[in-house]
């Protein structure tokens, strides 16, 4: 199994996806060891000493002048965990709460936290135990970090809340006596340093780049099955034209959706028709559908550089250097999350413009809403009112939580960045579309049935008959809902994607182009 040194190797999406899976172990090297002793050995120092160091001999936000005694400070940490785990609703997915123990471990595995060796060692046996805490998704405005959340994640390593174990949950009192062991007792600024930084946001921005990656490449596919559905002209795609404004999106669009026409027979059966231009939802792929890549590259760049991060405050270089700073504040990320939920909305705008595209009867030998007897029938009419209904919501969820800020902690906290809301709703986005675009996969095989006995190039031809494998032909009415639950499926597997690589690398073509490897997460 592939090895990752916490605290010491540059941590990636992909990455630590593999840790929160269990595909890569993580691991403290004897250097991280010693770096992690030192800055425990200098708070505990600092909490003897009569010097006054926010949050190690003093209370927390407007109580940062208020001095705890040296016996008073362990049980002041505690406190904290406590009187912070104020969060509500619905507990977020394990895997996010998996994903936050793993950023926060390589975070404190850094040296600068002042935690102890033993609080992190808890940490990691929790994760490879599969002792999850339960985490409430609402209650974080992201200002000290994620305060809330991080306080339900942690209240475990005191013997404190609720985690899922053996697909159950239960009180870690109970878990902690299945295992014989007790819970810790913290240790000078190891309350704060546990539950001041970003990794509820951060988590969530994993998943976020994850599952838009994702997105964004099936979109290239759907788009280009309508392109061969609704007779599109590949001439906007050319490599020359994007040379002109080269967007590393924008040629990536063009060039990918190049690679999956390629040697197309539909495409080749209308090179001299007599229309002039296309509709923007397929002419335009390269120049929208780039821009929502180029947001998910900002969005990746900005979180490798946070997950890599020490975002606790104070930040203990030595027991005589201490600075009290905010690099919890979550505002760095705040912006791109919601950069990347309008990336991904504007996706399913365009998608649903295809659709309704689709069934307009304008293209020759499709009919109108791709059904030849109509009628009796509404063939593919209503499944586009989903997607406007989608598509509605996402721009309603567009609206970017960053500009929003209320004052916290009487005032200590005038300006706060709302972040865990923008990552949130981008997943909620991410969601919306996936379904958009698994309904434009439904219409547009309906569409390129109408052009039989053509066929496409191969690789969307692996792909279309992909898709009527799961998927029969619509002749007449039918339910149609379980048909789009199967092609939503598909689009969110990643199946289709790692078909056409296959086909791809059997038939020596090109699926993936010369800007594959900077979105790569």
């Known amino acids: 199994m592939k090895t990752f040194h916490y605290g010491q190797d540059t941590l990636t999406a992909s990455l630590a996806l593999g840790l929160a899976r269990k595909e890569i172990k993580g691991i403290l090297s004897h250097e991280t060891l010693q770096k992690i002793k030192d800055s425990a050995q200098a708070v505990e120092k600092i909490a003897q000493g009569e010097a006054i160091v926010y949050g190690i001999n003093t209370g927390f936000g407007p109580l940062c002048t208020t001095k705890i ?15 912070h785990a104020v969060g509500v609703g619905e507990p977020v997915d394990l895997e996010i709460s998996k994903l936050m123990l793993v950023l926060k471990i390589h975070a404190l595995a850094q040296g600068f936290s002042g935690i102890r060796i033993e609080t992190v060692e808890r940490i990691i046996w929790m994760l490879e135990n599969d002792i999850i805490p339960v985490v409430p998704i609402q209650g974080s405005v992201g200002a000290s970090g994620d305060l809330a959340p991080l306080s339900h994640l942690f209240l475990p390593l005191i013997g404190l809340g609720k985690v899922f174990f053996n697909e159950k949950l239960e009180r870690m009192d109970t878990v902690l006596a299945q295992f014989d062991k007790k819970p810790l007792h913290l240790g000078p600024k190891e309350g ?14 994993v998943k976020v780049v994850e599952r838009l990656h994702n997105l964004l490449t099936h979109a290239n596919i759907t788009g280009a099955m309508m392109i061969e ?5 590949v001439k906007p795609f050319s490599p020359e034209l994007h040379q002109l404004r080269p967007y590393s999106g924008n040629k990536h669009v063009a060039q990918t959706i190049l690679n999956l026409l390629k040697d197309s027979e539909i495409v080749a059966s209308h090179l001299h028709c007599a229309r002039v231009q296309d509709p923007y939802s397929l002419r335009c792929m390269p120049q929208v559908h780039g821009a929502s890549w180029n947001a998910y590259l900002h969005l990746k760049e900005t979180l490798e550089i946070e997950i890599n991060s020490v975002t606790d405050n104070p930040v203990v270089f030595d027991e005589t250097h201490t600075i009290s700073g905010g690099h919890f504040h979550g505002q760095p990320i705040a912006l791109p999350l919601d950069y990347a939920t309008l990336a991904a909305s504007e996706i399913g705008n365009i998608a649903d413009r295809r659709i309704y595209l689709s069934i307009e009867g304008d293209t020759p030998g499709v009919p109108k809403l791709l059904l030849k007897e109509t009628g009796l029938n509404s063939g593919l009419m209503i499944p586009q009112y989903t997607t406007a209904a989608l598509a509605s919501e996402n721009k309603g969820l ?52 109408y052009h039989a006995p053509l066929k496409s190039g191969k690789i969307m031809t692996a792909i279309y008959e992909r898709v009527r494998k799961a998927i029969d032909p619509v002749v007449s009415d ?41 979105f790569n997460y």
């Open 69 to 83: 005694s040296a016996a008073d400070t362990k049980t002041l940490q505690e406190n904290l965990l406590k009187s």
């Open 192 to 205: 704060l340093a546990l539950i001041n930084g970003t990794q509820f946001m951060a988590a969530h921005g």
């Open 229 to 233: 559905g609704l007779m599109g002209s």
């Open 398 to 449: 567009c609206f970017p939580a960053s500009a929003d800020s209320i004052p916290t902690s009487l005032g200590q906290e005038d300006h706060v960045s709302m972040g865990s809301i923008s990552a949130r709703k981008a997943l909620r986005v991410i969601e919306n579309v996936e379904k958009i675009l698994g309904i434009e996969l439904f219409y547009a095989a309906q569409a390129m049935d």
């Open 478 to 518: 039918r339910i149609l809902y379980e048909d789009m639950e199967t092609a939503i499926e598909l689009v969110k597997s990643g199946e289709l994607v790692s078909l056409a690589k296959k086909v791809a690398d059997q038939e020596g073509l090109a699926f993936e182009t010369e800007w594959s490897e900077i």
